[in-house]
């Protein structure tokens, strides 16, 4: 019983319509040009992505510099402002800055 399932099994294989290698040579030769085509594309797209995301983080740290320094001219001239309606004005020397040592 056993030698004739597997008589059976062989006899697929034998069949050679049922095994066409040109067929099979054109069909698997198409799968693998679409297959490294979608490879490529895929490969395109990551470094794209990857190229906008540095383009981002340049941008994040462009703004937020510029808004450090939006920031710091709106605190002085705002600090200005408010001085001059008590009659002070900034000094035309840049300050010197004394550091002194406390003693115990």
């Known amino acids: 019983m056993m030698m004739k399932t597997d008589n059976k099994?062989?006899?697929?294989?034998?069949?050679?319509?049922?095994?066409?290698i040109k067929s099979f040579v054109i069909v698997f030769t198409i799968y693998s040009l679409i297959s490294i085509w979608f490879s490529h594309?895929?490969?395109?797209?990551?470094?794209?992505?990857?190229?906008k995301q540095e383009q981002v983080?340049?941008?994040?740290?462009e703004y937020v510099i510029s808004k450090t320094i939006l920031m710091e001219t709106t605190k002085q001239s705002t600090l200005l402002n408010q001085a001059k309606r008590f009659h002070l004005y900034p000094p035309e020397k840049?300050?010197?800055?004394?550091?002194?040592?406390?003693?115990?």
């Open 9 to 20: 099994i062989f006899s697929i294989f034998r069949n050679r319509d049922l095994f066409d």
């Open 41 to 51: 594309m895929s490969t395109k797209q990551d470094e794209k992505i990857y190229f």
């Open 57 to 61: 983080k340049l941008l994040k740290s």
């Open 94 to 104: 840049p300050i010197t800055i004394i550091n002194l040592k406390y003693e115990e």
